[in-house]
T-cell receptor
Framework: EPEVTQTPSHQVTQMGQEVILRCVPI?????FYWYRQILGQKVEFLVS????????KSEIFDDQFSVERPDGSNFTLKIRSTKLEDSAMYFC?????????FGQGTRLTVV | AQTVTQSQPEMSVQEAETVTLSCTYD???????LFWYKQPPSRQMILVIR??????QNATENRFSVNFQKAAKSFSLKISDSQLGDAAMYFC????????????????FGKGITLSVRP
């Protein structure tokens, strides 16, 4: 069964460093998303991507964040100058028409 | 803005019994989509069931079914014949119709409910 794949599963980075979280969405899906979940809290929307551009973003998704679909298969989230409060589980998701299918997540720890 | 409320933080059910998880939402839209996601300890988000608001018939997926009450803005999940593997956090989520660009809009999640299953 097709699935969304995220790498790495766990990333530890020092405060102020840049990180790139990678995702391979399901191949025939058209819509791509990043969500995050701070431990013990609800899942929050960051950004959605469709037709090679951002279609929607939350107030969390400020200039510190950027997304790219560099080669037609990968979908990346870049976080510049990481802060302690960026520590969270980051989920990539893709969808065709209805529900979104999520990857297994990347646990980001900023120290 | 749409909001999703899951007022019960925790529930417990005996194995093989039936449990119902509650969810309410607030929206002014007439057309939308509702979902239940399961998050086991591995923390992966797994789509359990989905419901289109324009459909009057409640969705079912094997042991999982929903009670969708559009007028009351209620969307509860019923798990029948509960199994140990059902123990997880369950999130209710709402999605608006498509954006003017044609893109799917985002999912808005509730805070989740932790379900434990007693053997």
């Amino acid at each position: 069964e097709p699935e969304v794949t995220q790498t790495p599963s766990h990333q530890v980075t020092q405060m102020g460093q840049e990180v790139i979280l990678r995702c391979v969405p399901i191949s025939n899906h058209l819509y791509f998303y990043w969500y995050r979940q701070i431990l013990g809290q609800k899942v929050e929307f960051l950004v959605s991507f469709y037709n090679n551009e951002i279609s929607e973003k939350s107030e969390i998704f400020d200039d510190q964040f950027s997304v790219e679909r560099p080669d037609g298969s990968n979908f990346t989230l870049k976080i510049r100058s990481t802060k302690l409060e960026d520590s969270a589980m980051y989920f990539c998701a893709s969808s065709e028409f209805f529900g979104a299918f999520f990857g297994q997540g990347t646990r980001l720890t900023v120290v | 803005a749409q909001t999703v409320t899951q007022s019960q933080p925790e529930m417990s059910v005996q194995e093989a019994e039936t449990v119902t998880l509650s969810c309410t939402y607030d929206t002014s839209e007439s057309d939308y989509y509702l979902f239940w996601y399961k998050q086991p300890p591995s923390r992966q988000m797994i789509l359990v069931i989905r419901q289109e608001a324009y459909k009057q018939q409640n969705a079912t997926e094997n042991r999982f079914s929903v009670n969708f009450q559009k007028a009351a803005k209620s969307f509860s999940l019923k798990i029948s014949d509960s199994q140990l593997g059902d123990a997880a956090m369950y999130f209710c989520a709402y999605r608006s119709p498509r954006l003017p660009t044609g893109a799917n809009s985002k999912l808005t999640f509730g805070k989740g409910i932790t379900l434990s299953v007693r053997p």
